[in-house]
Nanobody, 124 residues
Framework: QVQLVESGGGLVQAGGSLRLSCAAS????????MAWFRQAPGKEREFVVY????????YYADSVKGRFTISRDIAKNTTYLQMNSLKPTDTAVYYC?????????????????WGQGTQVTVSS
């Protein structure tokens, strides 16, 4: 099993920044990619960004490209999401997820493990 714990969420004004962290622990037999998804009130959970197991390749949703940056520290088993130029429409619960098996990176069903989420609220 892999356990994922998000942290770093909070309340920020529009235009501000936050950095989220996702700490992974436990048992994994294979390398795994990591992603961030988010879910706003009344909306479905949506893909935000993915990073490969090596950290060498990333894929961003159009809505965050140029504002958000994903990175990971393999040795520390931690994945980060740096969020800049935040907008009220970024308000959501942010979840990290681990992808061990094959599948499209932007689909929820491709992921094997999920964290509990951390709230990000952007005020106007």
């Amino acid at each position: 099993q892999v356990q994922l714990v998000e942290s770093g969420g909070g309340l920020v004004q529009a235009g501000g920044s936050l950095r989220l962290s996702c700490a992974a622990s436990g048992r994994a037999f294979r390398p795994y990619g990591m992603a961030w998804f988010r879910q706003a009130p009344g909306k479905e959970r949506e893909f935000v960004v993915y990073i490969t197991s090596s950290g060498g390749t990333t894929y961003y949703a159009d809505s965050v490209k140029g504002r958000f940056t994903i990175s990971r520290d393999i040795a520390k088993n931690t994945t980060y999401l740096q969020m800049n130029s935040l907008k009220p429409t970024d308000t959501a619960v942010y979840y990290c997820a681990a992808k061990i098996n094959a599948g499209p990176v932007n689909l929820r069903g491709s992921y094997d493990y999920w964290g509990q989420g951390t709230q990000v609220t952007v005020s106007s």
